[in-house]
Nanobody, 122 residues
Framework: QVRLLESGGGSVQAGGSLRLSCIAT????????MGWFRQALGKEREGVAVIDPYGRTRYADSLKGRFTISQDQPKNTLYLQMNNLEPEDTAMYYC????????????????WGQGTQVTVSS
């Protein structure tokens, strides 16, 4: 059974940083992509960043280089370093895995975590 467990969310002031982690059990990232998505209240879920098994990455254009996705494959752990956070980054952040898809569309992902809340105050 695949399980994705996120951690690292919290409340931070604008300009601050957070590092999200996602531990995958029952899943080996050997193909496709693993990524981060976020969903703010009243908005659709949007792709934030994705990484493939070889380290190739893709980001949402709106992030302006503030976020960095990375992975520790021996530990089956995915990370999202978020710097210079803005109130607009407030959302529930989800980790997801897609064995046969690499991209930022949520429909391509088969496995999802429960999410971790990020709140950025001005």
């Amino acid at each position: 059974q695949v399980r994705l467990l996120e951690s690292g969310g919290g409340s931070v002031q604008a300009g601050g940083s957070l590092r999200l982690s996602c531990i995958a059990t029952g899943y080996k990232h050997s193909s496709g992509g693993m990524g981060w998505f976020r969903q703010a209240l009243g908005k659709e879920r949007e792709g934030v960043a994705v990484i493939d098994p070889y380290g190739r990455t893709r980001y949402a254009d709106s992030l302006k280089g503030r976020f960095t996705i990375s992975q520790d494959q021996p530990k089956n752990t995915l990370y999202l370093q978020m710097n210079n956070l803005e109130p607009e980054d407030t959302a529930m952040y989800y980790c997801a895995a897609a064995p046969s898809y690499y991209g930022l569309k949520s429909a391509g992902f088969d496995y999802w975590g429960q999410g971790t809340q990020v709140t950025v105050s001005s």
